[in-house]
């Protein structure tokens, strides 16, 4: 039995017993009428779904984000790698585990990626625009840089958030230079790089930082109502003019693009219609890096959920 295996160097017949990080669990009942948990464990390698037969608790959707120590076998199931489980608890105090190794994080150096942000806020010339980036900035900081950019998605792991907004307003800087007479630089550069700040609020994390559910504010209005609100607040405070106020407040409640995908209205200026196409590359390339690093050069992913395909991995 091999102990505290990376979950990327998992196989087939493999027993083992460690300390994991519970991503999601459910409680289900099976054909038969029995109980069981289904849901998934992570580590800083990666995730694999997990499947624990015949039992009722106490562990549930409660206790997603802590450390787990279980015991189990590694199976395979439609051509994806699942880990039965036949023991599990909550990792105590004497426990003995290296939380670096369990919990993932962007594949960035946070601090300098965080001064590169402040940098590219400071850059805009725009003083209304600018001073609006400061404040939110400002106020969401230590969150903001800590914070995953999802539950579950893409960027979900520690620094995902910056990760995620740094690379799209290193994105909108080369775009607004390519696209300079139709575009305003300064407010796809502001737009850009809040338009997912209210996620700070949106989310609520663990004790290890990961994200485990929606705040009451979060599920009632969502991080694309609060950052305008958020928004219009900082403008109001600073005596910014109210259309700047409003365009920027445009930019963050269209920048899902659609309704249908969760925009509170549909893109209606240029500024708008780049950034709602510049977050959904950022969020389809970490989707792609994702699921590549899961799978074999030559070989199809298993189905990827959220582009609700299989991908190639070529050489």
Known sequence: MECNKWIADMEAGDELEGYYVLK???????????PFLAGAVADRSGVIDIKIWDYAGPLGGQDEGSVVKLRGSVSEYRGTLQLIVTRIRRAQENDSYDLSELVPAAPIDAAAGWEELLELAESIRDSDYRAVCRKLLEQNGERFQMLPGGKSMHHSFLNGLLMHTLYMARTAEYLAGLYGDIVDRDLLLAGTILHDVAKC??????PLGLVTEYSVPGELLGHLVMGAQAVAEAARELGVAEEK??????MLLSH??????????????????L???????????????????????GRFSKRVFALDKKIFRHK
Not at 275 to 297: C, F, G, H, P
Request: hydrophobic share 35%.
């Open 256 to 273: 899902h693009g659609e309704p249908e995908f969760g925009a509170a209205v549909r893109p209606m200026c240029a500024e708008a219609e």
């Open 201 to 206: 609020r949106e989310f609520v994390t663990s």
């Open 245 to 250: 106020s409003l365009l920027l407040q445009h």
């Open 24 to 34: 999601t669990a459910q409680s289900k009942t099976s054909n038969s009428g029995k």
């Open 275 to 297: 950034l709602s196409l510049i977050d959904l590359v950022d969020s389809r390339m970490e989707i792609y890096r994702e699921a590549l690093e899961e799978t074999e050069t």
